[in-house]
Structures are given as C-alpha cells and as structure tokens.
C-alpha cells in the first residue's frame, strides 16, 4: 500500500512542546519510524506537515485527484475540533481516512472530546504516541 501521513498544526513543534504530553521524539523521529515499519511491511509513505488548513485541504484534494495514495493517516491535531473545511474534504475524497491523535483526547480538556472529522473518517485512534500512526496503518491495511 502507498500511505500518505498528514500532520496537522503545531506537529511541527512535536518532541519540543508538551513533552508531557506528547514526549521528546521529534516529527522527523516519528516519521523515521513509520517509515522504517512501512519498509518492513513493503509498504511506501509520503509524510506532509502544515500549520495552514488550507494547505492541508489542497494535500488531501491533490491526493485525490493524483489517485497516488491508497489511504491516508491524519492527525490533523487542534483543527480536529472545529474544522469543517477539513471535515469537508474527507468527505469530498474516496480515499479511506485515519484519524489519529498521539495524546488520548479523551482524557484530556474537554473540547479535545469533539472532533468534527471522526464521522466522515474510517476510523480513530489514540492515545500511543506514535504508535497511534502505526495502528492506524495496520488497521487500514485489513
């Protein structure tokens, strides 16, 4: 399979923020795992960060319309909880769509709890740091 990994705003920042939260491994650790484990697999993946909802809606529409992706893993991070521009375009793409959040939302702050991109994603995962990437990959591969 060809995943794409979307990461969402302030994952830049991964490994140096809230390391009580999110731990110390950087974004350039994490994708090095994933892709050491789609290796493994024989799996490909491409890996793409933005701060800019726009610019993650134009990722996911040129996923679409290039056909290059057989699923997509996002962890799309504060834009979960009120972006319909992002809800919209998940909706718009008949690419299959993991949500995936390192941090377990839930027993976070309680407007973490609601995510306006669940309904129209094939499934969420969270709370393994970033194995919650890696899960979301297994699952989506059954």
């Known amino acids: 399979m060809k995943f794409l990994v979307i990461n969402g705003v302030n994952l830049n920042l991964t490994g140096l923020r809230e390391q009580s939260v999110y731990g ?5 650790d994490i994708h090095k795992k994933i892709a050491a484990f789609c290796e493994n697999a024989g ?15 134009n990722k996911l529409h040129e996923a679409f319309l290039n056909k290059s992706f057989d699923a997509i893993v996002l962890n799309a991070g504060a834009f979960t909880h009120y972006s319909y521009a992002l809800r919209d375009a998940i909706a718009a793409i008949d690419i299959p ?12 702050e309680a407007f973490r709890n609601t995510s306006v991109l669940s309904s129209v994603c094939k499934g969420v995962i ?8 890696i899960a979301a990959m297994v699952a989506l591969k059954q």
């Open 24 to 28: 110390t491994e950087t974004l350039a």
């Open 126 to 133: 969270c709370g393994f740091g970033a194995n919650s990437y």
């Open 97 to 108: 769509v993991a949500e995936v959040h390192m941090s377990n939302v839930h027993a976070r």
């Open 43 to 57: 799996d490909n993946v491409e890996f793409f960060q933005s701060n800019i909802e726009g610019e993650l809606v």
